[in-house]
């Protein structure tokens, strides 16, 4: 599995921004995606998650109302659709693939095998 993000910036607070990540090296019907992000000197969180099989999506509540999770099966990309950017959302974000049934449940860090490049979001107050 190749995980690869891209799409962080510099914006400023109450800005927008789009992550993508495109994944690679199988078929992920059967598969969890999901994006973290780790500010500095803090542990890598939980932002959002996707079934690939399906349309189910859980956010976490820190970012919801501001963040969309989606995907596109044809281009396998899974997006992050990051909307009313606060300074506090600045971290790198990662990508990250596991395989499970289950889109709300197992989303610590540790459940997730598969990980991509991270890229860093930047909001200026």
């Known amino acids: 599995v190749q995980l690869q993000a891209s799409g962080g910036g510099l914006v400023r607070a109450g800005g927008s921004l789009r992550l993508s990540c495109a994944a690679s090296g199988r078929t992920f019907s059967g598969y969890v995606m999901g994006w973290f992000r780790q500010a500095p000197g803090k542990e890598r969180e939980f932002v959002a998650a996707?079934?690939?099989?399906?349309?189910?999506?859980y956010i976490a509540d820190s970012v919801r109302g501001r963040f969309t999770i989606s995907k596109d099966n044809a281009k396998n990309t899974v997006n992050l659709q990051m909307n009313s950017l606060k300074p506090e959302d600045t971290a790198v974000y990662y990508c990250?693939?596991?395989?499970?049934?289950?889109?709300?449940?197992?989303?610590?860090?540790?459940?997730?095998?598969?990980w991509g490049q991270g890229t860093l979001v930047t909001v200026s107050s």
């Open positions: 996707i079934r690939w099989g399906g349309s189910s999506t």
């Open positions: 990250a693939a596991k395989r499970s049934p289950y889109v709300d449940s197992g989303l610590t860090a540790g459940d997730f095998g598969s």
